[in-house]
């Protein structure tokens, strides 16, 4: 009879371990289905809302005239997208906010940064910063309009008003409310002012930055809507009026549809800036 001997397994001794096609499926199926189901809960109210909104009105909870099932608001809302009229309102309001966000981006990020670096300039501008910023930018409408005329000039500088506050306040925020940890450690390396700054005080204030950029994309639609229903031949401001004014409910719902989706776009696209301009903090 032959003695057998049981080995164990050899160790690894420190080699990568060979992964089979199932074991890599597995996290990803799990994965999968985690985001299905986390999905599938944040939609619930979402299709509440909208089963409601075709219910309602075709059992009389509201009248149907004034609050028009979803379906009959998509359907206008196809057919707005089908004759062109919906690209060319879309397509207005986006240029204006857009310039006008572009314009509030490029000139209060900088502004915020001097002022939450340097003292003086904190100093000679924070008065008048604290004067405009407690004035609400529609209460400015007619002031725009009388300076600059009823033209494209004054929504864009309105949109501009209106979305340079909120980028301001949280850059100087942002810059303010470096760890001084990190800015004593950098110090201590040697680091010159501006290298401290460019690498760890602007990095640092990056997140705080990008939530008034998030809110001041918000702003840009919220204002300039409401610019368009005062004066402008086009824009989803202007389709939501008119069709008001003509009695297209159907058409009025679109539009404002149309803008609570612009809205989510916008929001979903700064949101994927804010990320990628923000990876070290997840990295």
């Given at each position: 009879?032959?003695?057998?001997?049981a080995?164990a397994d050899?160790?690894?001794?420190g080699?990568?371990q060979?992964?089979?096609?199932?074991?890599?499926?597995?996290?990803?199926?799990?994965?999968?289905a985690?985001?299905?189901?986390?999905?599938?809960?944040?939609?619930?109210?979402i299709?509440?809302?909208?089963?409601?909104?075709?219910?309602a009105?075709?059992?009389?909870?509201?009248d149907?005239?004034?609050?028009?099932?979803?379906?009959?608001?998509?359907?206008?809302?196809?057919?707005?997208?089908?004759?062109?009229?919906?690209?060319?309102?879309?397509?207005?309001?986006?240029?204006?906010?857009?310039?006008?966000?572009?314009?509030a981006?490029?000139?209060s990020?900088?502004?915020?940064?001097?002022?939450?670096?340097?003292?003086?300039?904190?100093?000679?501008?924070?008065p008048i910063?604290?004067?405009?910023?407690?004035?609400?930018a529609?209460?400015?409408?007619?002031?725009?309009?009388?300076?600059?005329?009823?033209?494209e000039?004054?929504?864009?500088?309105?949109?501009?008003y209106a979305?340079?506050?909120?980028?301001?306040?949280?850059?100087i925020?942002?810059?303010?409310?470096?760890?001084?940890?990190?800015?004593?450690?950098?110090?201590?390396?040697?680091?010159?002012?501006v290298?401290?700054?460019?690498h760890?005080?602007?990095?640092a204030?990056?997140?705080?930055?990008?939530?008034?950029?998030?809110?001041?994309?918000?702003?840009?639609?919220?204002?300039?809507?409401?610019?368009?229903?005062?004066?402008?031949?086009a824009?989803?401001?202007?389709?939501?009026?008119?069709?008001?004014?003509n009695?297209?409910?159907?058409e009025?719902?679109?539009?404002?549809?149309v803008?609570?989706?612009?809205?989510?776009?916008i929001?979903?696209v700064?949101?994927?800036?804010?990320?990628?301009?923000?990876?070290?903090?997840?990295?």
């Amino acid at each position: 009879m032959t003695d057998t001997v049981a080995f164990a397994d050899p160790p690894t001794l420190g080699r990568r371990q060979v992964l089979t096609a199932e074991a890599v499926r597995e996290p990803l199926r799990r994965r999968v289905a985690t985001g299905a189901v986390r999905t599938a809960r944040s939609s619930v109210a979402i299709l509440a809302f909208l089963a409601l909104w075709e219910v309602a009105p075709r059992v009389g909870l509201v009248d149907a005239v004034f609050l028009p099932p979803l379906s009959t608001v998509l359907v206008a809302l196809g057919d707005l997208a089908a004759d062109g009229a919906l690209a060319t309102h879309v397509s207005a309001s986006l240029g204006r906010a857009a310039v006008g966000f572009g314009i509030a981006v490029a000139v209060s990020i900088p502004v915020g940064i001097a002022i939450g670096w340097y003292r003086p300039v904190a100093e000679l501008l924070t008065p008048i910063l604290e004067l405009f910023r407690n004035t609400a930018a529609l209460a400015l409408l007619p002031v725009f309009i009388l300076i600059l005329g009823i033209g494209e000039t004054s929504k864009i500088a309105l949109v501009t008003y209106a979305c340079s506050f909120p980028i301001l306040l949280t850059t100087i925020s942002g810059v303010r409310t470096v760890d001084p940890l990190l800015v004593k450690s950098a110090r201590s390396l040697g680091l010159t002012p501006v290298r401290l700054f460019w690498h760890v005080v602007l990095p640092a204030a990056v997140p705080a930055i990008f939530t008034g950029v998030r809110m001041a994309g918000s702003a840009s639609i919220l204002v300039l809507i409401a610019a368009e229903m005062i004066g402008a031949k086009a824009g989803l401001g202007f389709l939501i009026t008119y069709t008001q004014y003509n009695f297209q409910i159907p058409e009025m719902y679109a539009g404002i549809i149309v803008i609570a989706l612009t809205g989510l776009a916008i929001n979903g696209v700064l949101l994927a800036i804010e990320r990628r301009f923000s990876r070290w903090r997840t990295a």
